[in-house]
């Protein structure tokens, strides 16, 4: 195999193949149909940059046929077909399903109101963008048309397709099975590859000029002040940019490719420095303008291309000339590669025309990168622009230069969780915006609170002095929040990378949004902030500015049926309902349901990468059974080398009241002592626990926490089987409403007198209803009533009887 082979069975069985004449239909599984026309009779079975796998096992289906028409059958859809060129009227297919008032039906050239994927870019956004489409929609179907698509010919190059009139489109009939759908598109399209580790911790970009001294310095700082990151990246002062040269060649300076020794005097020696330090580095790379006769690899690139440099001529820019890619690898990137450069930062933004029609550059630079990237062993990376449907097989996804704004903010989880929708399923952000809008501290923290729960948070931002991150230039109660969440950033990543490890193997992202798990609910598709990361957790993102009175911020969300808790405050919920949340700024709206299990970071000071850690800190959620395996691996491999994951089963059983912890088992990683702790969320009980392992069983007394009940279970080897002892049936704590909503009383902005008038009507003994309407009475507002409501009725157990001294209510089981 050659550099640039790749994965890919593109030439379906031919069974699957039912065609004559001018059309074609391929039945790749149950749900998923190919379809296509061709007026010269000659149909397509090279690979596309869409559609690189159509050799799938051949699903069940009947034909029904006669000279007139075709019929095909497979149990989620029924095709009519009038043997005519493709129109609405003859040919369409039944959806199998009850997807709309009058059934669901595909017609060939008309769209369902699908519900969207992602888009190339959000460069210079403020704001909603339009998005293209997915492979889902509520009524049942939705089609991918690759009519135009590049292709890849028999030496895996490049290549345009035959002219003339033709149809090559994908029918996605699953129904309101979306995960399904889009599992069948990783299936035609390719899976999502798995992330190295380190690429899920904190990165630190900015659009700067800084020296050597001065980066390095500044990771120093972030050391001290107890911030872990995993990622350097340098934006385009790396190299030269105003150096005399530059502007004698005429040229922007925007590409480049000799460093900048004014700043970076020893190159080497200082990726060298950051690697010490436990980072991976990432350099900017804007290729458009090809190599100038001043580069540093000049030479190099002339003598491998065969190029005249006896004028200085440019080398131009050429990615559909294969010997320039292949010098553009091996010379220009190489020469960095050596030096310790970890990942290329591509930064495309010259649109999509190359000097072959139809050749899309961003493609090809996205495709060849992370072939290249994967040479010598390395587990394959790039960091670049979404090229369309396909993309994902080329992750992480740069979004672009956003406006720092809060509609930048609120866009973006939609955004990044209707991607799923066409697999896309690691967007990198700019957390806090780059440039223009207003420096708003709030919002920077929000932003954060979003990105600790988003694919990856990369904080950046433009070289404007005033645009600040680092928490240590914030006002105090800023930086320590900011701080806080960047910490918890890395405490997640065994979590993280376990559901790296699900949405390279599993086809499932990280983050889904809601109608994913709940499609038959209607709120589940009136809530597109909102989402599911991973399997355990549901996030609500606060993208608006507090209330100067009541010091929250709201959002109204949907909780799905069954009871959840918030995983920051221990607040227990009940679900199948909307409701408003209000936060203060170091809260953030987190839901974990009953028995979820969520493994952490529990290290004491977190260091910079993302190696595994031999300290793990569970939440786990009582009510139900649940169970959850913690992957990890050596980082070290591609994931078609068939890793040798290392797994720990962990269970719940909540008749029993046990939390299993299983004998880790496989990987190349030796053992080790690894030290457990446990967190109950929303659980508290005053009697001693057991903890049982091997044949010693010890009695410990948890430490009640502001979320829950925290248990130090100790050091235990990994060929262990410990087993935490609860009382059997355990349940949630009920939510204490009074303490919660003096706190809101103590903080809000309003008259002492309307406080205490508050404080009356909730501590009195009477039915919520009568409270709730003594409220509203009051005549007050939506800022300062709905606080009070979600702590009323969070949790629908609750009633109140008799006075209480300590609480002003006594909860009883309804």
Same mark, same amino acid.
């Given at each position: 195999m050659h550099r640039y082979s790749f994965p890919h069975t593109p030439v379906a069985h031919p069974e699957a193949i039912i065609g004559a004449g001018k059309y074609r239909f391929t039945i790749l599984t149950d749900g998923l149909l190919r379809y296509e026309w061709a007026e010269d009779y000659q149909f397509e079975d090279r690979a596309s940059v869409l559609a690189i796998n159509r050799r799938l096992p051949v699903p069940e289906f009947r034909v029904k046929e006669n000279q007139q028409n075709l019929q095909i059958l497979t149990s989620r859809f029924h095709l009519t077909y009038d043997k005519q060129e493709f129109s609405p009227n003859g040919l369409s297919a039944v959806i199998k399903g009850n997807y709309g008032p009058h059934g669901s039906v595909w017609r060939y050239g008309t769209s369902a109101s699908n519900l969207g994927g992602t888009t190339r870019t959000l460069d210079e956004a403020d704001g909603r963008v339009a998005l293209d489409h997915g492979v889902i929609s509520r009524q049942g179907f939705a089609t991918l048309d690759d009519s135009n698509s590049m292709l890849f010919d028999d030496r895996q190059w490049v290549t345009t397709r035959l002219p003339g009139n033709r149809v090559d489109g994908y029918l996605f009939a699953y129904g309101h099975d979306y995960r399904q759908a889009v599992q069948a598109f990783y299936l035609l399209s390719g899976p999502q590859p798995l992330l190295p580790r380190w690429a899920l911790g904190n990165w630190w970009s900015r659009y700067y000029p800084y020296t050597a001294d001065e980066y390095l310095s500044l990771m120093d700082r972030f050391h001290k002040s107890e911030i872990p990151l995993s990622v350097a990246v340098l934006d385009m002062d790396w190299h030269i940019v105003q150096d005399e040269r530059v502007k004698k060649a005429g040229v922007t300076g925007w590409t480049g490719y000799t460093w900048n020794k004014e700043l970076f005097p020893n190159p080497k020696s200082f990726l060298a420095e950051l690697h010490d330090r436990g980072l991976h580095v990432s350099l900017n790379d804007h290729p458009a303008d090809g190599v100038q006769s001043y580069e540093d690899p000049y030479e190099d690139m002339a003598i491998a291309l065969n190029h005249d440099v006896s004028m200085g001529d440019p080398i131009s820019f050429d990615i559909t000339n294969q010997a320039f890619l292949d010098a553009f690898f091996d010379v220009l990137h190489r020469r960095f590669e050596r030096e310790g450069l970890d990942l290329w930062w591509v930064d495309w933004q010259q649109g999509t025309h190359s000097r072959i029609p139809g050749i899309d550059p961003l493609w090809v630079l996205n495709h060849y990168h992370f072939l290249d990237s994967a040479l010598n062993d390395k587990r394959p990376l790039t960091f670049s622009r979404y090229a369309g449907p396909g993309s994902h097989r080329y992750p992480i996804g740069f979004s672009g230069d956003t406006v720092v704004s809060w509609d930048s903010l609120n866009f973006q989880p939609e955004f990044t969780a209707t991607a799923s929708n066409i697999g896309f399923g690691w967007w990198s952000h700019d957390i806090g915006g780059h440039f223009h809008g207003e420096k708003n501290d709030e919002m920077l923290i929000r932003w954060v609170q979003y990105g600790a729960f988003s694919p990856i948070l990369r904080l950046h931002s433009s070289n404007n002095i005033f645009s600040i991150k680092e928490p240590w230039n914030l006002d105090s109660q800023y930086g320590q929040i900011m701080t806080e969440y960047l910490q918890l950033r890395h405490r997640l990543l065994p979590?993280?990378?376990?559901?790296?490890?699900?949405?390279?193997?599993?086809?499932?992202?990280?983050?889904?949004?809601?109608? @994913?798990?709940?499609?038959?609910?209607?709120?589940?598709?009136?809530?597109?902030?909102?989402?599911?990361?991973?399997?355990?957790?549901?996030?609500?993102?606060? #993208?608006?500015?507090?209330? +100067? &009175?009541?010091?929250?911020?709201?959002?109204?969300?949907?909780?799905? +049926?069954? &009871?959840?808790?918030? %995983?920051? #405050?221990?607040?227990?919920?009940?679900? =199948? /309902? &909307?409701?408003?949340?209000? /936060?203060?700024?170091? =809260?953030? +709206?987190?839901?974990?349901?009953?028995?979820? $299990? $969520?493994?952490? =970071?529990?290290?004491s000071i977190l260091t910079n990468g993302c190696a595994n850690s031999p300290t793990i800190e569970l939440l786990?959620?009582?009510? *139900?059974?649940?169970?959850?395996?913690?992957?990890?691996?050596?980082?070290?491999?591609?994931? #078609?080398?068939? %890793?040798?994951?290392?797994?720990?089963?962990?269970?719940?059983?909540?008749?029993?009241?046990?939390?299993? $912890? @299983?004998?880790t088992s496989g990987g190349? $990683?030796? *053992?080790?002592?690894?030290? @457990?702790?446990?967190?109950?969320?929303?659980?508290? !009980? !005053?009697?001693?626990?057991?903890?049982?392992?091997?044949?010693k069983t010890r009695e410990v007394n948890g430490q009640y926490m502001v979320n829950g009940l925290l248990v130090d279970l100790g050091s235990? +080897?990994?060929?262990?089987? %410990?087993?935490?002892?609860?009382?059997?049936?355990?349940?949630?704590?009920?939510?204490?409403?009074?303490?919660?909503?003096?706190?809101?009383?103590?903080?809000?902005?309003?008259?002492? =007198?309307?406080?205490?008038?508050? /404080?009356?009507?909730?501590?009195?003994?009477?039915?919520?209803?009568?409270?709730?309407?003594?409220?509203?009475?009051?005549?007050l507002d939506s800022v300062l009533l709905n606080p009070i409501l979600e702590f009323l009725l969070a949790d629908s157990r609750l009633i109140v009887t008799e006075d209480n001294q300590e609480t002003g209510f006594l909860v009883v089981d309804m």
């Open positions: 979590y993280l990378y376990t559901m790296n490890v699900r949405a390279a193997v599993q086809g499932l992202p990280l983050v889904q949004p809601m109608y @994913w798990g709940y499609p038959e609910s209607e709120e589940s598709y009136n809530v597109p902030n909102q989402y599911l990361f991973g399997t355990d957790l549901i996030v609500v993102p606060i #993208t608006t500015p507090q209330d +100067p &009175r009541s010091r929250r911020s709201q959002v109204l969300a949907w909780l799905p +049926p069954g &009871r959840h808790v918030d %995983i920051f #405050t221990g607040v227990v919920y009940d679900g =199948d /309902r &909307r409701i408003w949340l209000n /936060r203060r700024l170091k =809260d953030y +709206p987190v839901f974990a349901p009953e028995g979820a $299990i $969520i493994p952490l =970071d529990g290290a786990v959620v009582v009510g *139900a059974d649940g169970v959850f395996e913690l992957v990890e691996d050596d980082g070290k491999g591609q994931y #078609t080398d068939h %890793i040798d994951f290392r797994r720990t089963r962990i269970s719940f059983n909540q008749q029993a009241g046990e939390l299993h $912890i @299983w004998p190349n $990683i030796p *053992a080790q002592i690894r030290q @457990w702790s446990v967190r109950f969320l929303g659980y508290a !009980s !005053s009697k001693a626990l057991q903890v049982c392992s091997g044949d235990h +080897p990994e060929s262990a089987h %410990i087993v935490v002892k609860l009382e059997s049936h355990p349940s949630l704590m009920m939510n204490r409403p009074g303490p919660q909503i003096i706190e809101f009383l103590r903080g809000a902005q309003i008259e002492l =007198d309307l406080k205490d008038c508050i /404080r009356r009507i909730v501590e009195r003994s009477v039915s919520r209803l009568l409270q709730i309407g003594d409220l509203h009475a009051l005549g």
